[in-house]
């Protein structure tokens, strides 16, 4: 398996602008979390899924962040829209509900400018 | 609201000797306890692991130890080697088989072994 894929690798935006993080979970898995990494807060728990149902959002900063999972193997992670303060890695990771170990993708490096 | 905590932003040690790394929590209903370890332009990666009914879990150069009464875990790494420099997190969860389990993170510490 290749993994959890994210995309882009990094993103450069504009104040203002809709951003899209996408990721692929590992197949099987079915939770799956969207993290946010900034130096002032670390690893941030946003938003995870389980069995494709959102559980729990309350890291979610703002009405302008959404997450979607419309299936098992796909998920978004929206700004809209965007400011210079979300600027940060996004990472996204999956698990198997039979384990607490997540794997992680390779992170979206997001600059607002 | 940090239930994680690791009050060490970093931390040296010469290659050889032992590398300890130190993580709290406030949260009474964690009962699976992770280390991650993080290289530069890459996710977290699993390193190793330790459920509560237990207080060490060892695999090879790598140790965690728990202490529930405390509220405390460490990760101890013997010999650290060069190749053990990045950021380490801590992470808990209190899920459950049924919503899968949410890990809480620390803000990690970065560890630097210098030959």
């Not at chain 1, 993994?3 to 939770?31: A, D, F, W």
């Not at chain 2, 509220?71 to 209190?94: E, M, N, R, T």
Request: glycine letters at 8%; hydrophobic letters at 35%.
């Amino acid at each position: 398996d290749a993994g959890v894929i994210q995309s882009p690798r990094h993103e450069v935006t504009e104040m203002g602008q809709e951003v899209t993080l996408r990721c692929k979970p590992i197949s099987g898995h079915n939770s799956l979390f969207w993290y946010r990494q900034t130096m002032m807060r670390g690893l941030e728990l946003l938003i995870y899924f389980n069995n494709n149902v959102p559980i729990d959002d309350s890291g979610m900063p703002e009405d302008r962040f959404s997450a979607k999972m419309p299936n098992a193997s796909f998920s978004t992670l929206k700004i809209q829209p965007s400011e210079p303060r979300d600027s940060a890695v996004y990472f996204c990771a999956s698990s198997l509900n039979t384990g607490a170990e997540a794997f992680f993708g390779q992170g979206t490096r997001l600059t607002v400018v | 609201d940090q239930q994680v905590k690791q009050n060490s932003p970093s931390l040296s040690v010469q290659e050889g000797r032992i590398s300890i790394l130190n993580c709290d929590y406030t949260n009474s209903m964690f009962d699976y306890f992770l280390w991650y370890k993080k290289y530069p332009a890459e996710g977290p990666t699993f390193l190793i692991s330790i459920s509560s009914i237990k207080d060490k879990n060892e695999d090879g150069r790598f140790t965690v130890f728990l202490n529930k009464s405390a509220k405390h875990l460490s990760l101890h790494i013997v010999p650290s080697q060069p190749g053990d420099s990045a950021v380490y997190f801590c992470a808990a969860s209190a899920g459950s088989s049924n919503s899968g389990y949410a890990l809480n993170f620390g803000k990690g510490t970065s560890l630097l072994v210098t030959p």
